[in-house]
């Protein structure tokens, strides 16, 4: 069973104007700093809630000199992050006092970060998640409650319709309002399906853009059947990968959209850190930690707000 959003992962540019903007703009917690595995120069910067829960989770990675993507048809074009009934007029004015240009849809506010990766901050009612983020100018009763929605924008709706309503369990809401949701939570778990229309463009991947969306799964045996049950539908799914706070497995979409199935355990203190801790020191996996010297020299230095 697919319980909701896991995370959502995107490219930067500056790691340093990434910080300022989740954790001090929006007033997230930086709950991990590492390194992309993949390309052990670069960081991976993970902000959530105070523990990074599952389903409150943004990743980024950030190259300093990024080339500019465009988010567009085969990629997440929106993510929206909910916060409580209310809020949205603490987050207009501090959006307004920090610089951030945003369209004022009364509940919803729509906006970009500096690397023009588009967001929504969206009242939602009935969001129980504790939005436990810790910054100290974020009042505990506005603060963002984690991922609320992903809009895929996709060529043709239908097949991907078809993964979402048909294998992956998604029901659609009965609103008309083209949400569609999964698990039996009630957050954190809704996607929205944008089929192109004349003058949307493809894609481009870089800085500003989503890489990919990951769902939740609750352990590693209800990974494996997904992992089969996908493989038999004919879909090409990844090896397990062992992304040390969780575990994972990827596949595309028939939109073109990267998909991730990643599991709620081991979490964040799997490295040893603290829930006190989290995110303050560089943290390596086993295999690098030998070259922690050669990687911190060659990292920006990150002051954290
Ligand atoms: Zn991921």
Do not use: C
């Amino acid at each position: 069973m697919i319980t909701g959003i896991h995370h959502v992962t995107a490219i930067a540019g500056d790691p340093q104007t990434n910080v300022n903007f989740y954790a001090g703009t929006l007033g997230l917690r930086l709950v991990k700093q590492t390194i992309n595995y993949d390309d052990p120069g670069t960081y991976h910067l993970y902000y959530g809630d105070g523990l990074g829960r599952p389903g409150t989770i943004l990743t980024f990675f950030p190259w300093k000199n990024a080339r500019r993507g465009r988010a567009g048809t085969g990629q997440v074009v929106a993510t929206a992050l909910s916060i409580p009934v209310g809020a949205a007029d603490f987050w207009r004015e501090r959006l307004t006092t920090k610089g951030v240009a945003f369209d004022d849809h009364g509940t919803t506010l729509s906006f970009t970060d500096g690397d023009g990766l588009p967001l929504l901050l969206t009242e939602v009612a009935g969001d129980t998640r504790p939005g436990d983020n810790g910054a100290a100018d974020v009042p505990g009763q506005y603060a963002i409650r984690g991922v609320d929605s992903v809009t895929l924008q996709v060529g043709t709706a239908s097949p991907t319709l078809e993964l979402l309503t048909g294998q992956m369990g998604f029901d659609i809401s009965t609103d008309g309002d083209g949400r569609f949701t999964v698990g039996a939570d009630t957050s954190g778990n809704a996607v929205y399906l944008h089929e192109a229309e004349e003058g949307d463009a493809p894609g481009l991947s870089g800085a500003g853009t989503v890489h990919h969306v990951a769902f939740r799964v609750p352990d590693d045996a209800a990974q494996a059947t997904w992992q089969a049950e996908l493989t038999t539908a004919g879909y090409h799914v990844s090896p397990v990968m062992d992304r040390q706070y969780f575990h994972s497995i990827y596949y595309r979409e028939p939109g073109g959209v990267l998909f991730e199935i990643a599991t709620d355990p081991p979490g964040f203190v799997a490295d040893g850190e603290t829930p006190e801790t989290l995110g303050k020191r560089l943290q390596l996996p086993d295999w690098l930690e030998g070259k922690r010297d050669a990687i911190e020299a060659h990292l920006p230095k990150l002051t954290l707000p």
